[in-house]
Every structure is written in structure tokens, then in C-alpha cells.
């Protein structure tokens, strides 16, 4: 018995992780694809000045993209490589604003459940301590490319 392939949609951003090309929302919000397995996805983000909102915080939308990615990315892993998917719904909860101040946060998806049309799955984003910002779930309707 040995060591199983990795699916397509994993492999994909494992490629895309080890410098074979990046997302350009990611780029222009500066976040990063961190650590990616079978189930999860981990990046890394940066809130600056630049992402405030009117109120001098940092803007739900920025928040609510770095999530979605993490979201998406994790189903992804669970992917064939034929296979696409699009978010039908995002639910974010913010607990704790952010600024510049805030420094490196982190933001880990993970599948929840996988099925032939449609999966679900969870994210956390949390600060350098460990403490938690926003949390939020998404449902995404899968493509399997045979259909």
C-alpha cells in the first residue's frame, strides 16, 4: 500500500503555495496562502491603514475575504482537479475590530462536510495571541467536472 496522490484541488494550491503563481485579490489585500492539507486551508494576513473603513477600523469586507478564502480553500482540497466551486453563502461574524495595530493574524478553514453538490465549511480568525476576531461559515455549491 502506498502513499495516495494528493486530489487535484490540493495539489493545485500546494503548487500555488510553493511559488507557482498567487491570487490577485490576496496580493492586493495582502494575505497569503500559509499551510494547506487535506481538509484545511491557513493564511496569513496583514490589516493596514489602507484597508479602513469610515470609522478608522479595519473594513468587514477585508475581514469577510480573508475568511471566504480560507473557507473556499479548504473545500477545494477536498477537490478533484476537474472539479470547481463557487460560494452560495457567507456568514461572518466579527467579534473584535482590527487596525494596523493589530499586527499578523491568522485564519484557518476547515471542511465541515463534503458532498457531491454542495459542502460546507468553518473558519476562525485569530490575532497573534491566539485571540479570536471573527469566525464565520460558508456553503458552496460544487462542479464536478464529468457533469
Same mark, same amino acid.
Given at each position: 500500500m502506498g502513499?495516495?496522490?494528493p486530489r487535484g484541488g490540493l495539489k493545485?494550491?500546494? &503548487?500555488l503555495m510553493a511559488g507557482a @503563481?498567487?491570487?490577485p485579490l490576496g496580493l492586493k489585500l495582502d494575505f497569503r496562502l500559509e499551510d494547506v492539507g487535506e481538509g484545511y486551508a491557513v493564511f496569513s494576513a496583514v490589516p493596514r491603514? &489602507?484597508?479602513?473603513n469610515p470609522a @478608522?477600523?479595519?473594513?468587514?469586507?477585508?475581514t469577510a475575504a480573508v475568511l471566504d478564502s480560507a473557507l473556499g480553500c479548504a473545500i477545494q482540497t477536498m477537490l478533484d482537479a476537474d472539479d470547481g466551486y463557487s460560494t452560495i453563502e457567507l456568514k461572518v461574524n466579527y467579534i473584535r475590530?482590527?487596525?494596523a495595530?493589530?499586527?499578523p493574524v491568522t485564519c484557518r478553514g476547515e471542511v465541515v462536510h463534503i458532498g457531491r453538490r454542495m459542502a460546507t465549511s468553518e473558519a476562525r480568525l485569530v490575532d497573534g495571541a491566539g485571540k479570536l476576531l471573527?469566525?464565520?461559515s460558508c456553503t458552496c455549491m460544487i462542479h464536478r467536472g464529468t457533469e
Open positions: 502513499v495516495e496522490a493545485f494550491l500546494q &503548487d @503563481g498567487s491570487a491603514a &489602507d484597508h479602513y @478608522g477600523v479595519v473594513h468587514g469586507g477585508w475590530s482590527m487596525t495595530d493589530t499586527g471573527a469566525h464565520g
